[in-house]
Nanobody, 120 residues
Framework: QVQLVESGGGLVQPGGSLRLSCAAS????????MSWVRQAPGKGLEWVSG????????YYADSVKGRFTISRDNAKNTLSLQMNSLKPEDTAVYYC?????????????WGQGTQVTVSS
């Protein structure tokens, strides 16, 4: 079955960096787009970033554009999110999600999430 396991979250000071990883299994990773979605305390889900199946096209929410970088390694079935210049408003649980097709759009499987806290 599809499994998505996130890691790399933690506590970081404003302006700092973190790198999230997602280990995928149970499906042909290289055939599907992948996304990162977050949920801040007391708020709804926010799509953060997506990448197509081949890794050649990336997409970002305006709130993270220029600060976050999504990437994937299809040989290792891993998805990553490099987060720089972190702000307190980036505090959230971050979820790795599998897309329905090769292009980001509809999400059909989610990981358990990893907590990111940005605070001094």
């Amino acid at each position: 079955q599809v499994q998505l396991v996130e890691s790399g979250g933690g506590l970081v000071q404003p302006g700092g960096s973190l790198r999230l990883s997602c280990a995928a299994s149970g499906f042909i990773f290289s055939s599907y787009a992948m996304s990162w979605v977050r949920q801040a305390p007391g708020k709804g889900l926010e799509w953060v970033s997506g990448i197509n199946s081949g890794g050649g096209s990336t997409y970002y929410a305006d709130s993270v554009k220029g600060r976050f970088t999504i990437s994937r390694d299809n040989a290792k079935n891993t998805l990553s999110l490099q987060m720089n210049s972190l702000k307190p408003e980036d505090t959230a649980v971050y979820y790795c999600a599998k897309d329905w097709t090769a292009i980001p759009g509809i999400l059909d499987y989610w990981g358990q999430g990893t907590q990111v806290t940005v605070s001094s």
